[in-house]
């Protein structure tokens, strides 16, 4: 697949977003508590896996237990899109065109077949029987068995399935589990997040363009998605680096972190949660795993 372009416009086209990255201060409600050091010069993906995360970059996949130690690794032979694992402690693995599966131990058991040249995988989420693959290449997202056979594509138009299509405009398409059964996907074209069944049909949506900051601006975001366990989402954006939370029915709460909290063009913010609440965000600028807990104030 051809790699996104530049959109080749003049500067007199190009918008002032400094004026974008204050965010008052009473509507960040959580606070950073810990930054671990990924050990890795380019990180690219996180999962929550019990109390503690696993970070995958192009050298391997790390473990860090809950107060950021450096607990287990192993060596990876492909470069890493997004990473996720199940309660049983299988990983999996997206390369860009197919998943890979590792036991807790690290030892590769399977990797499944390719999506093709147009294939641009970004986002995994795992549950006890299904796999769930996010292809902005193709825009759509593939729902594997357990043993790697494709159940079926989620995302795409239909209209029997009242499934708009996904806009995608950059390669960024993430997906996450939600409670009673429910799948949610980014859809950054559009601005929004999606709800389906694991069938493929479309629920309902929530999100919507604007430049304040309970919406989401640009071409396309929000970038990546994660969901607390009482069912709040945790969103990150990009051009604008944030990242927000957002009640059950998407009505916006808070603000994690803020662009100033980011430093200058940092972009592929994921998330996870771990056990214990925390949300956890990936900054590859600062190769860090950066943890933020409620302010006990708010």
């Known amino acids: ?55 995958a970059s192009d050298t391997g996949v790390r473990l860090f237990d809950a107060q950021g130690k450096s607990v287990s690794q192993f060596s990876i032979d492909v470069a890493p899109y997004a ?39 970004t986002g995994l989420a795992a549950g006890e029987d299904d796999v769930f693959a996010a292809d902005a290449g193709n825009c759509v997202l593939m729902r594997y068995d357990a043993a790697g056979k ?20 950059s390669p960024y398409l993430d997906v996450a589990l939600g409670r009673q059964g429910m799948l949610w996907l980014v859809d950054p074209g559009r601005r929004q997040v999606e709800c389906y069944t694991y069938d493929g049909d479309f629920r309902f949506a929530w999100g919507k363009t604007s430049m304040k900051t309970d919406g989401f601006c640009g071409c396309c975001n929000p970038t990546h998605l994660a969901i607390m366990a009482d069912g709040r989402f945790v969103t990150s954006e990009k051009g604008l680096p944030r990242v927000k939370v957002y009640d059950p029915e998407g009505h916006f709460i808070s603000v994690v972190a803020a662009p100033d909290d980011f430093d200058e063009g940092t972009v592929g913010l994921d998330l996870a949660v771990d056990a214990a609440g925390r949300i956890l965000v990936l900054d590859p600028e600062r190769r860090q795993v950066r943890v933020f807990a409620p302010k006990t104030d708010a």
């Open 150 to 169: 494709v159940v079926n594509r989620i995302g795409e138009e239909d209209a029997a399935r009242h499934a708009p299509g996904l806009i995608i405009r």
């Open 1 to 55: 697949m051809a790699a996104w372009k530049p959109s080749g416009l003049g500067p007199e086209f190009t918008y002032d977003l400094s004026q974008l990255r204050k965010v008052d201060p009473a509507l960040v409600r959580w606070k950073q508590v810990a930054a671990v050091a990924t050990g890795d010069e380019r990180p690219k993906a996180i999962a929550a896996a019990g109390g503690g995360v696993l970070v």
């Open 83 to 121: 990473i996720a694992t199940n309660k049983a402690g299988t990983i999996y693995l997206a390369a860009k065109d197919h998943v890979e599966v590792y036991d807790a131990a690290g030892k590769r058991a399977a990797a499944w077949e390719s999506l093709g040249e147009r294939a641009y995988l």
